[in-house]
């Protein structure tokens, strides 16, 4: 996909899907700025931004702005996990998870998508997950943010139709990246992981996907290619919701 000319913010690009999908923006061509907790070594232009602090968003999406000199494409790819169970619920934790999840993207959208429906481009790309659709124990902060964030979604595609902006999602399912850690185990290396996932074909192509097969698929939607797809989600989760 050509890239040339456009300006791109991605946050969480400091690691994992984030940082593959600024290095795919950047080789198109375009001009990045990553917003993360983090320094991020994926792109020359990064801006460190607690996005689970809603009042440091929106200065921090209008100084990715000014360097760039505008927006034509928004990923929202960071995300967290704080696994809890709902009956002893980690209320901070819920809050937190919602606030990088969910509230930080929306706020981003509310903020560049302006600018792009008054320049009559614009695409907007937001990572979501499986966990939008499908659930499992003590993920219950993390299954609301998903699924909240694909309803803004949707909500915004409408919204926006008609500006040239088109706003989509990429849901994927296992990725190899550090959040399939958990408690110091990396789940895809688990035995459970193994038995039900690879030997017992309960993911279909029996791995975990990487970080780079994401980002092709959000590029796409991201770029002028895409001129006629918004307000959908896009799976990449290895047929993992296509059997039960």
């Excluded at 959908?232 to 039960?244: I, K």
Aim: charged fraction near 20%; proline fraction near 3%.
């Amino acid at each position: 996909m050509d890239f040339r000319g456009r300006r791109a913010v991605v946050t969480g690009g400091a690691n994992g899907i984030g940082a593959a999908t600024a290095r795919r923006l950047q080789d198109g061509g375009a001009d990045v700025v990553v917003l993360d907790v983090e320094q991020a070594t994926s792109s020359p232009s990064s801006i460190t931004v607690d996005l689970s602090d809603p009042a440091a968003v929106l200065p921090a999406a209008g100084a990715a702005m000014d360097r760039l000199g505008g927006v034509d494409v928004l990923v929202n790819c960071a995300g967290i996990s704080i696994p809890s169970r709902v009956t002893d619920l980690d209320l901070d934790g819920y809050h937190r998870t919602l606030a990088v999840n969910l509230h930080a993207p929306v706020l981003l959208m509310r903020k560049l998508c302006s600018f792009m429906a008054a320049q009559g481009y614009g695409r907007v790309v937001n990572v979501t997950s499986v966990h939008a659709q499908l659930s499992e124990p003590s993920s219950l902060a993390y299954d609301v943010s998903k699924a909240g964030l694909q309803a803004a979604t949707r909500t915004t595609a409408i919204e926006l139709a008609s500006s040239g902006v088109l706003v989509n999602a990429v849901a994927p399912g296992f990725v190899a990246t550090r959040m399939s850690v958990v408690d110091g185990v990396d789940e895809l290396e688990s035995g459970w992981f193994r038995t039900i996932y690879v030997d017992n074909e309960r993911l279909p192509l029996r791995r975990a996907a990487r970080s780079q097969e994401v980002a092709e698929t959000i590029a796409w939607l991201a770029s002028a290619a895409n001129s006629y797809v918004t307000g959908q989600v896009l799976t990449v989760d290895g047929g993992l919701s296509a059997r039960f």
